[in-house]
């Protein structure tokens, strides 16, 4: 979230307002049911899921501010050369990525997103970054 990003919204402030809304969902489901909450509830799933995702968030911008080098280095440094040779770098498929043309619809909407608005999310930009170094087999540090 760019909320979180910029501080506009502190993560703290975030769980915790989860964790309420947690708890007031299974107060009602305890009251409307007269016992236990029902552990298949899909608002309390997605919640416990999106806290998930809050952590992940922190650990890896620790791990960033840990090592910046995470940045600009491969964390395999077996795979150094993959896709650096001569020739490798495909400029015509790079260009359609760019410019959403990759004749995938998802990708190429994605990307016009991305164009006409300067964000997506982050499942948005993962999917992005994915599809460029796997299916189009460019190399990362170059896109």
Known sequence: SPYLTWGNISLRYVIVATREKQEELRAAQKKKS??????????????????????????????????????????????????????????QYYDAWCEGRTGFPFVDACMRCLIRCGWVNFRMRAMLVSFATYNLWLDWKKI
């Open 34 to 91: 007269g016992s236990n909450p029902v552990k298949n509830n899909p608002w309390l799933r997605s919640l416990a899921s999106f806290q998930s995702r809050m952590h992940w968030r922190s650990h890896f911008i620790q791990k960033l501010e840990a090592q910046p080098s995470l940045e600009c280095q491969d964390q395999c440094l077996a795979f150094s050369n993959l896709r650096r040779q001569p020739g490798d770098f495909n400029q």
